[in-house]
């Protein structure tokens, strides 16, 4: 049996909470983690009705994108619509568990799905995130060396795009004199002492820091290893914000409204006017996308996909690009496939369901 800790423990390897917006609730919000998982209903949005469309059908968890519960809760008495799905996903022991901003912060995350509905290549993040990579520097003398590696590897360090077991080592000397107390591994109380050790460098996601340090210590045989930790500043090429890549090939802007209405199932797409040039290269990002306008202009975007443009910020465009608005819930409803897919791949004891209820609170007279 799985429980929703091990499910949950599963979707944040993908995208890990660490990598949520300051704002954001992301996680597990209403239920026991050791309960046991029947089955799984994923939605966009985690609202009452979804709730009764899980007890109807046997899930007692909901993987939603947006979290219900973002800010602090001081009463619960069901007077709105946020009370009133938390009170009843805990009567009804239904567990609710958000991948919100951390799974639009990773690569293969919501705007990847989005890419891909869209047919882009050569997809990439557009806003890549800086200072959430550290530098672990540890001396290892020469027998200890393969077994802190492994620990290392193990906890998650060494990892650069596509590759993984990534490290530098060069070979030295250490000195030490043990001190009263101590209980050496090598050398005596009171004598200095040199030994033929490594200096061995990998590069980690910042928020592992703790784990591999700790994984660091256990490998090695020294009572106290030696290490530092440095954060950089190299921008982390698979974590951040929007998505950018190519059309296979380009299209005039007639073309590319129907095909962006029809890929994305759209009613509506509101839109500024064009430049002129083909359309090929396509900027994206899921619900709220202005913050990005510059980094997608910069990335030489023809397009920029997202939703929630306020009429003055359309503006911004300002003939350097196509801003195509298409709906919040039409930008990230397709995040259900990913979340379901993704659940599908490791967990075969319990059924995941996608969620008919369409959770859109708005609505289009056509
Ligand atoms: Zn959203």
């Not at 609202?47 to 046997?58: L, Y």
């Not at 800010?71 to 958000?98: H, P, S």
């Not at 050569?122 to 959430?132: E, G, H, S």
């Not at 921008?235 to 007639?254: C, H, K, R, T």
């Amino acid at each position: 049996m799985v429980q929703v800790r091990s499910l949950a423990r599963y979707l944040e390897a993908f995208a890990p909470l660490a990598y949520q917006e300051s704002y954001d609730n992301a996680g597990l919000i209403v239920g026991d983690p050791d309960m046991e998982v029947t089955g799984v209903l994923v939605s966009l949005d985690a609202t009452e009705t979804v709730i009764d469309e899980a007890i109807a059908k046997g899930c007692n968890v909901v993987v939603a994108h947006h979290p219900i519960v973002f800010k602090g809760l001081k009463k619960l008495n069901g007077r709105n619509y946020v009370e009133r799905t938390v009170i009843k996903a805990i009567r009804n022991d239904v567990a609710v568990y958000a991948a919100h901003t951390n799974l639009d912060n990773v690569a293969g995350g919501v705007n990847f799905k989005i890419a891909e509905k869209l047919g882009l290549q050569q997809v990439r993040i557009l806003a890549p995130k800086t200072q959430i990579l550290s530098k672990l520097v540890v001396f290892v003398p020469d027998n200890d060396l393969q077994a802190v590696l492994s620990a290392i590897y193990d906890a998650g360090a060494g990892r650069i795009g596509t590759y993984e077991h990534c490290s530098f080592r060069v070979g030295g000397t250490g000195s030490f004199k043990p001190l009263d107390g101590a209980n050496p591994t090598v050398g005596e109380i009171g004598r200095d002492e040199t030994v033929g050790e490594h200096r061995l460098e990998v590069i980690l996601p910042a928020y592992l820091e703790s784990s591999v340090v700790a994984a660091m210590q256990k490998a090695h045989s020294y009572e106290v290893p030696a290490y530092d930790l440095y954060p950089l500043n190299n921008a982390n090429q698979e974590v951040g914000s929007g998505a950018i890549g190519e059309l296979p090939e380009a299209m005039n802007l007639q073309d590319w409204l129907g095909y962006l209405k029809g890929q994305m199932q759209l009613n509506v797409i509101r839109y500024t006017p064009w430049r002129g040039t083909p359309i090929k290269r396509i900027a994206v990002c899921g619900g709220v996308g202005s913050f990005l306008l510059n980094d997608a202009v910069r990335a030489g975007a023809d397009v920029f996909v997202t939703a929630d443009y306020k009429y003055h910020e359309f503006f911004d465009a300002d003939g350097r690009i196509v801003i195509c608005d298409i709906g919040h819930y039409e930008s990230e409803v397709f995040t259900k496939d990913l979340i379901a897919q993704h659940l599908s791949k490791q967990f075969r004891t319990f059924a995941v369901i996608l969620s008919d209820t369409v959770t859109n609170p708005v609505q289009y007279f056509t």
